[in-house]
């Protein structure tokens, strides 16, 4: 797919990124890619960790759960 990927289509790519969104916009673009990506791989280290999870602030209160009734359980409220 990639194979015949040549110096001149790399620079005719980055000729187009510079003419759409402008040179200084670029630098910004990469930062915010690698702070989501940065983001992305914490979450997937979070999430297959094996440590017990955390208790909630004393604020907080655990939702409750209903099991009688038929709708499915959501993660997030």
């Known amino acids: 797919m ?4 040549s110096f001149s289509p790399i620079l005719i ?3 187009v990124l510079v003419l759409v969104f402008g040179a200084k916009r670029i630098p910004e673009i990469g930062s ?3 702070q989501g990506i940065k983001e992305f ?3 997937l280290k ?3 960790s094996d440590d017990p999870p955390t208790t909630p602030p004393s604020g907080v209160q655990p939702p409750t759960s ?3 009734s ?6 997030s409220d």
């Open 66 to 68: 209903n099991l009688s």
């Open 13 to 15: 790519l980055l000729l």
């Open 32 to 34: 915010s890619l690698g």
């Open 46 to 48: 979070d999430a297959t």
């Open 70 to 75: 038929g709708d499915p359980k959501r993660l």
């Open 41 to 43: 791989k914490r979450s």
């Open 2 to 5: 990639f194979g015949d990927l």
